[in-house]
């Protein structure tokens, strides 16, 4: 009998059940920096090997490429380096490309925050969709907490594509882009006339240690940093 025909599944088959190299880029001092390097040493404890990289520049060729909270533009040189480039973020995409989307959804009220897993391309956050998840947050997390939960939701959603049994398929973004503006200082300050309770999810997704609340009032500018008090318990809202 004639050996079989080599498919595109048995193509794909013989570069992804074996030993995969992997680069993984974080190209600026963000908060998922540890995030990125346990999902380094998790690869590592199987049959892939990655390398985690801080800048483009440096890192060789390989079989796949994870961009986790970059903000430059991937060159098209480095993409090139790779059999796919992977994105995770936090928004429905193409709802919500952009900056600080999961900021944003929570100054909107929600509390389900949807993380998907697309193919980096030319264009910002526009590549097909291979993965799509969410967390969930119950309304009283603060900064930290959330960057907890969105840190491990996306490890999970890049260690779920690892896993899977052949390269999963991609499918085309659907629908109406919508872009979040990259956040600045102003969309810090508080309203003065305004009760805590209408302002409190701005409170919740601000970093109190670097970039407190504030608010101008009488001729000054002060400060509003916040935390939990975790030794007092709390009645229930009605």
């Not at 429905?92 to 929600?110: H, I, M, S, T």
């Not at 840190?151 to 890049?158: E, L």
């Not at 600045?184 to 209408?198: C, F, G, K, N, Y």
Request: glycine letters at 6%.
């Amino acid at each position: 009998m004639d050996d079989p025909v080599p498919t595109a599944a048995t193509d794909a088959q013989l570069w992804w059940t074996g030993s995969r190299q992997i680069n993984v880029f974080v190209d600026n001092e963000s908060w998922i920096i540890p995030y990125a390097k346990e999902f380094v040493s998790e690869i590592n404890r199987g049959r892939d090997v990655a390398i985690f990289y801080r800048d483009y520049e440096s890192a060789d060729k390989a079989d796949l490429a994870f961009y986790l909270g970059c903000i430059r533009l991937t060159p098209d040189t480095v993409l090139r380096r790779h059999r796919h480039n992977l994105v995770p973020h936090a928004s429905p995409l193409p709802k919500g490309r952009g900056f600080a989307p999961v900021w944003w959804q929570v100054l909107e009220g929600a509390q389900s925050i949807p993380i998907c897993l697309f193919e980096a391309v030319a264009a910002v956050d526009a590549g097909p969709i291979y993965l799509e998840d969410q967390f969930q947050l119950e309304g009283h997390e603060l900064h930290d907490e959330i960057r907890a939960l969105q840190g491990k939701a996306a490890v999970d959603i890049c260690l779920r594509y690892l896993c899977a049994p052949l390269p999963p398929p991609g499918r085309p973004q659907s629908g109406e882009p919508t872009f979040y503006p990259r956040r600045s200082r102003e969309h810090d300050q508080l309203d003065p006339e305004m009760t805590i309770a209408r302002q409190f999810d701005l409170l919740r997704v601000l970093d109190s240690n670097n970039y407190p609340a504030y608010f101008d009032y009488r001729g000054h500018r002060y400060l509003i940093r916040i935390e939990k008090d975790e030794s007092t318990e709390c009645r229930p809202e009605a």
